[in-house]
């Protein structure tokens, strides 16, 4: 019998310890991972995403600022005749014997709108606008806002940041 009582009270005493050995059942002491000098620390907050557009509207609905964006590939620097040559809208020049001596892209970017969807994205309050001073006449203005961004958006390129589709950030491109 006091064997049988033995080995209950050991395999009590280990079922309770199986996930940790050497604990006690009251130790409530975290187990942290080993970390070393070399580990890297792991972003888990997403920084935004960036994206082209045309804005073909701004919309004011309630109190929420909704902005319709018309995706677009900008192209620029060494890649730039290699993407225009490839969807065959690269300019050439010839000589006088018609043979080609040079294929370029004016101002040296490119931009491609295959598709004309537009997407509704949400435009927070606060969001920083940053605006071409080029652009404006007077050039004491304060243009770096919501009330000279909803003037002055059509027929410009903008660089938005977004986090799924609330906007992070909004910079007008500048085209020569």
């Known amino acids: 019998m006091k064997l049988?009582?033995?080995?209950?009270s050991l395999a009590i005493?280990?079922?309770?310890?199986?996930?940790?050995?050497g604990a006690s059942k009251n130790d409530s002491t975290p187990v942290l991972p080993v970390t070393t000098d070399t580990a890297k620390p792991v972003v888990t907050e997403d920084t935004g995403k960036e994206q082209y557009c045309y804005i073909s509207r701004v919309e004011k609905i309630r109190d929420s600022i909704f902005i319709l964006a018309d995706y677009v590939e900008f192209f620029n620097g060494k890649n730039v005749v290699e993407e225009a040559k490839k969807r065959h809208?690269?300019?050439?020049?010839?000589?006088?014997?018609?043979?080609?001596t040079d294929i370029f892209v004016p101002n040296d970017y490119f931009i491609v709108n295959d598709d004309e969807t537009t997407v509704r994205l949400y435009l927070p309050?606060?969001?920083?606008?940053k605006m071409e001073q080029e652009f404006v006449t007077d050039k004491k203005a304060?243009?770096?806002?919501?009330?000279y961004f909803s003037g002055h958006y059509k027929n410009s390129l903008f660089l938005l940041t977004l986090k799924g589709t609330s906007i992070q950030a909004v910079r007008e491109v500048f085209l020569p």
């Not at 049988?4 to 209950?8: E, G, H």
């Not at 309050?125 to 606008?129: R, S």
């Open 13 to 21: 005493l280990f079922s309770c310890n199986n996930g940790n050995p």
């Open 4 to 8: 049988f009582i033995t080995v209950l």
């Open 89 to 100: 809208r690269a300019d050439t020049a010839f000589d006088k014997a018609g043979k080609i």
């Open 142 to 147: 304060e243009i770096n806002n919501y009330n």
């Open 125 to 129: 309050a606060a969001t920083p606008v």
